[in-house]
């Protein structure tokens, strides 16, 4: 089963990068964890947000394969804990298929990436900087796999 982060934006910091990286490595060979990096629409003045976010949804739902089982990242989805987190991860294990989860750009996923999601996951209430985003779901996978593994990684 891999792992997939779709998100809307490219050319990130270096210091995403490495704390994408960070935690990624750390996940073992048979969890991996791919980050897709799709280009952002590009907005002018006068942009026509709507149609930008399509053409976003477009390239983002293409990225996902199409048995995925799709989780788009939404402040409107449910909040995890860590732990359910992990019982999640466990789940989706069973199941087979591979994850994919949506992260989109600046005006948030289009309605069809929703649509598309077999679940919607709230990281948190607060408005988070994309390029963080990416950091805190890798971190927060691989807690979740600690404590599937009852590594020591986590401690609460």
């Not at 809307?8 to 210091?15: A, D, F, I, L, T």
């Not at 060979?29 to 003045?45: C, D, F, Q, S, T």
């Not at 991860?89 to 994919?100: F, I, K, M, Y």
Request: hydrophobic letters at 35%; one cysteine or more.
């Amino acid at each position: 089963m891999r792992l997939r982060l779709i998100c809307v934006g490219q050319k990130m910091p270096g210091w995403v990068t490495e704390g994408f990286q960070e935690y990624t490595r750390r996940m073992p060979r048979e969890l991996p964890v791919e980050l897709v990096e799709v280009p952002m629409a590009h907005r002018g003045k006068n942009p026509d947000v709507p149609r930008l976010m399509q053409q976003e949804a477009e390239s983002v739902l293409g990225a996902a394969g199409d048995r995925d089982r799709v989780v788009a990242l939404e402040v409107g989805g449910k909040s995890w804990s860590t732990e359910k987190l992990a019982q999640q991860l466990e789940s989706w294990q069973l199941d087979g298929r591979d994850v994919s989860f949506l992260v989109g750009g600046p005006d948030g996923l289009h309605a069809s990436c929703r649509e598309r999601a077999d679940q919607q996951w709230s990281l948190s209430p607060l408005t988070l900087p994309h390029p963080l985003v990416r950091i805190l779901l890798a971190e927060q996978l691989y807690r979740a796999w600690s404590i599937t593994r009852n590594h020591p990684y986590h401690r609460a």
